[in-house]
């Protein structure tokens, strides 16, 4: 009798011990309304956007990252894993948080009424290949849009880089910065 | 969005150096054996799995006072992030060669763990031993990943450039180990990384 009394307790702290164990860390995770986006649009005074096409690639990476002393937090998105993804970074528009690298600047265009700056990360030690370096290239080497939208009554404006790397072509780039929706 | 670690590693596929990938192996050693001075203390034990990287620190702290030291953290992602630079080049995935500093070659999403708060205190006792099937499966990528290096290495010895494919499966392998470096080494998350590449 006291035998299997002790086998019971024994069972009971082990089962505890599981609950503990496995319970615990669901209970960090249950803050937030579960969008990234939207929990980062809480802390920041300008306007966070988020795609709505991407070009069925999953949200992989999402980071509210340091700027310099005094600036807001900017945010980074990565979408895809392997060798192919796009990634989007948004900051407060006039701020300088991240450095894209070495590019070829493009001629702009018009996104969603915005005027779009393109670059093509073409390597400017090839001189010759930088020249003819054009948007058919980004599906090859990479490259990005950038552009700012203007401040709200409620919201300041923001500067948002749409990059695409590993076989994303110009288009693709282009219509995912058009699916991109203010919250 | 699982919050695993993520990594992204700039390819370089076409316009590729031939002289310094064909002596990748002997061109890495430098910077190899700089990066394995940090497990020197462990040589004996014939241990060189961790890289140097802060573990048993990590796993006290969590277990007895619940959080993830800062300055463990930074130095742990810091050498993490060399590892990951050096192993981009020996891959041949970039020509550029690995920066001891910080460097954009390689970078390196973290979940946020609020100073390990957001941890479990007691699953950094077991979480080596659920991570096995996860190395079971990663010798086999690894193996994958193998043969399409060697595909790599020849065709840009005759193309100099880098096929999408062996890429995309080099990177996916790599990507696959961070996670479970993630999980099991590093302790910077609780979710169970997918077995999938």
Known sequence: MKGSAQKSLAKKVFSLLLAVVFALPTSAFAMGSGDKFVDAQTGLTYAVSRPVQTLGLKLTAFQLLVCAPGKEQWIYAKYGTGIKYVEIMETMAGDKCSNPGLSKSLDSIIINKIKTQVH????PTKSAAFK???TADIGKVGGYLIFSTKPTKLLNGTEVQVQGMGGVTYAQLVLVAKSLKTL | MSTQIET?????????DRKTVFFRA??????????SSFTVDNWDNRNTSSYGLLILPVVLALVFRGVYPSWVLTFNKSLFALVNRICAYFLLLTDDY???EESEAVSITYPEIDGGRTLNRWLPLIKWAMA?????????YTLYAFVLLVLGWFSILLNASLPDYCADGIVRTAQYWNRIYGYAILLVTDEYPTFSL
């Open chain 2, 8 to 16: 992204t590693f700039k390819v370089q596929l076409d316009n590729r």
């Open chain 2, 132 to 140: 096995i099937p996860l190395f079971i499966v990663g010798l086999a």
């Open chain 1, 132 to 134: 003819k370096c054009s």
């Open chain 1, 120 to 123: 093509v990360y073409c390597d």
């Open chain 2, 26 to 35: 002997i061109l890495v050693a430098p910077v190899f054996f700089f990066a």
């Open chain 2, 98 to 100: 690995p920066s001891i």
